[in-house]
């Protein structure tokens, strides 16, 4: 597509539930990165996606947390009994080779998803 | 360690005023910076991408500058408009881990009507 999409863009949910939330990245981009912003926060960084394997997973909360990715295209955030602490906006960004380079085309972002565990 | 920081935390100006962002970092062994705008509640947009070779990118009214020897880039807004309020974000890409965006805090800045 055109741009990141992620759906859903809000997601409110009771504690104790499992919650999922996709990204849809750049038609052509191998890497994909999920990074978390709590409340008046940074970005936190999540995990990298390099086509459907998972270099860098140490970003993950807790085992509570995990993704995956298929077909080197959509991804899926899986967040299993959900706490308050996990409230937070969910972004999902890809670009075109996460090796870095000489020649980069940067990052894009989706507008990501907001989560609200009450 | 890569270490980002934006200075000023938070800027308020009358509209149509020109202004500067500071980005500096603190390892200059970097692919590129890029710079982002946040408006609350939403994702990042980027909005200039600046290759390590490079010294400066224009976009409009935004210009963005690199110093990369010194661990500093600026990004300049001029004319600014109340449609300009949001946070700036600026980023690095390292070079000894060139996948993972290392974020300033941001500049949350006000345009005053």
């Known amino acids: 597509g055109a741009g990141v999409s992620q759906s859903p863009s809000n997601k409110v949910t009771e504690k104790g539930k499992d919650v999922e939330l996709r990204c849809d990245p750049i038609?052509?981009?191998?890497?994909l990165y999920w990074y978390r912003q709590s409340l008046g926060q940074g970005l936190e960084f999540l995990i990298y996606?390099?086509?459907?394997?998972?270099?860098?997973k140490s970003g993950l909360p807790s085992d509570r947390f995990s993704a995956e990715r298929t077909g080197g295209s959509v991804s899926t955030l899986t967040i299993q009994r959900t706490q308050q602490e996990d409230s937070a906006v969910y972004l999902c960004?890809?670009?075109?080779?996460?090796?870095?380079?000489?020649?980069?085309?940067?990052?894009?972002f989706g507008s990501g998803t907001r989560l609200t565990v009450v | 360690k890569q270490e980002v920081t934006q200075i000023p935390a938070a800027l308020s100006v009358p509209e149509g005023e020109n202004l500067v962002l500071n980005c500096s970092f603190t390892?200059?062994?970097?692919?590129?910076l890029q710079w982002f705008r946040q408006d609350p509640g939403k994702g990042l947009t980027s909005l200039l991408l600046?290759?390590?070779?490079?010294r400066e990118q224009t976009s409009g009214r935004l210009n963005a500058s690199l110093d990369k020897s010194s661990g500093r880039s600026t990004l300049y807004i001029a004319a600014s408009q109340p449609g300009d309020s949001a946070t700036y974000l600026c980023?690095?890409?390292?070079?000894?881990?060139?996948?993972?965006?290392?974020f300033g805090s941001g500049t949350r800045l006000l345009v005053r009507p």
């Open positions: 600046i290759q390590s070779s490079q």
């Open positions: 960004a890809s670009s075109l080779d996460g090796t870095g380079g000489a020649i980069d085309y940067g990052y894009t």
């Open positions: 038609s052509g981009h191998t890497a």
């Open positions: 980023a690095v890409r390292p070079m000894d881990s060139s996948y993972k965006l290392i």
């Open positions: 996606f390099q086509g459907n394997s998972a270099p860098d």
């Open positions: 390892d200059s062994a970097i692919y590129n």
